[in-house]
Nanobody, 120 residues
């Protein structure tokens, strides 16, 4: 069964850290570009960070640059998002996404999300 499962969310005070995990089953995550997205209540889904299939390219949205770090462990079939110096505006459901294109075929998987709440 193809599945992406996020974990590591929770309640943290401003300035704190969390490490989110995106674990894949049923497919090899190393063959996919992986993205982290977030959605806060009443707001559109926002792309936060992504890492290319080979890990040579990473992207961060401006608001998280210097605070978040994306990495992948292909042996563990998992991608991580290290989030430091968290701010209240980082509060959202965080979801991971896996995408791969083979010829004209596109494969896209989404996880269910993990809640991150930054509050004192």
């Amino acid at each position: 069964q193809v599945q992406l499962v996020e974990s590591g969310g929770g309640l943290v005070q401003p300035g704190g850290s969390l490490r989110l995990s995106c674990a894949a089953s049923g497919f090899r995550i190393r063959d996919y570009d992986i993205g982290w997205f977030r959605q806060a209540p009443g707001k559109e889904r926002e792309g936060v960070s992504c890492i290319s299939e080979g890990g040579g390219f990473t992207y961060y949205t401006d608001s998280v640059k210097g605070r978040f770090t994306i990495s992948r462990d292909n042996g563990e079939n998992t991608v991580y998002l290290q989030m430091d110096n968290l701010k209240p505006e980082d509060t959202a459901v965080y979801l991971c996404n896996a995408e791969s294109r083979v010829g004209v075929d596109e494969y896209v998987y989404w996880g269910q999300g993990t809640q991150v709440t930054v509050s004192s």
